[in-house]
């Protein structure tokens, strides 16, 4: 039986094209399939429910910021490894079967391209509504059964896999327009040539110089920090926990002082995984 590793489908998401690519790095490449599921929370539950051997989910894009649902289940709800990352430039496209602007009411995609071509919507379609989808996909899917007046933003790539045309190419806002995408597992990343680390951590109380404190560990130890992002706790208004990613492998000789430190120094300390870019 082959492993399954599942993405936010259906065919021809961003999240397809990433594991289409990741699916040829991992090892035993023939023994994979992909699999694709509804939502976010279904591939990370369905990947620490062993359902599936692996998940490839969006956790950072370069214009909207953090896949916050992302996040917040690996830190909250899930014992799960960021086993590798990848990222791909993203390119919207417009997709309607009809051949006018001026033609449509109706704009579907997921709420992160809605909101990465924000601009284009409302210089050139202010006439029309914007209505979330589970993915850019589904949302070129949809159009079959809403009839004339609708389109849907998604990759060019999309154009593959359903029989919708193009109407406008390169709608988004940015052109270096990139989403990181993370490969998700129930055990660390099996490789020993790790680069990156990243951390969950809570401070014991808010305190002047407790945030600083936890930073100079890392650069105590020469670690570079490529990402700080607070998020709410799920307690109450002001309590905060941080998303750290540093640039120290799990062999990194200072990294393994760090986390001890940092136990010291916390409330919650929560390793998410070592690991490299997998393509």
Not at 112 to 129: D, E, H, I, N, T
């Amino acid at each position: 039986m082959k492993k399954i590793l599942a993405f936010l489908g259906p065919v021809g998401t961003y999240s397809y094209e990433a594991a289409s690519r990741c699916l040829l790095t991992l090892e035993n490449t023939q023994e994979w399939t992909l699999q694709a599921l509804p939502t976010i929370p279904h591939i990370l539950t369905a990947v620490a429910e062993g359902s599936v051997d692996a998940g490839l989910v969006p956790g950072e894009n370069s214009i909207e910021g953090t896949v916050n649902i992302t996040l917040d289940m690996l830190a909250h709800e899930l014992s799960l490894y960021i086993q590798g990352e990848t990222v791909l430039n993203i390119n919207h496209c417009l997709f309607s079967h009809s051949q006018d602007l001026g033609e449509i009411h109706t704009v579907l995609s997921h709420p992160q391209a809605l909101a990465q071509c924000r601009r284009f919507l409302q210089q050139k379609l202010p006439q029309a509504r914007c209505l979330p989808a589970n993915s850019t996909a589904e949302a070129v899917q949809n159009l079959a059964s809403m009839g004339p007046g609708t389109a849907a933003i998604a990759s060019r790539d999309t154009h593959r896999f359903y029989n919708v045309p193009i109407l406008v190419p390169d709608i988004g806002d940015y052109p270096c327009n990139q989403t990181r995408f993370l490969l998700v597992g129930r055990t660390p990343c099996p490789h020993s040539d790790t680069k990156k680390t990243s951390l969950v951590l809570a401070l014991e109380k808010d305190r002047p110089g407790g945030l600083y404190e936890v930073l100079g560990e890392f650069a105590r130890e020469n670690i570079n920090l490529t990402k700080i992002e607070s998020r709410p706790a799920k307690k109450e208004l002001g309590n905060y926990i941080f998303f750290i990613d540093c640039e120290a492998g799990h062999d990194h000789p200072g990294l393994q002082e760090v986390l001890r430190n940092l136990e010291k120094k916390t409330a919650l300390l929560k390793n998410l995984g070592s690991y490299c870019s997998i393509v």
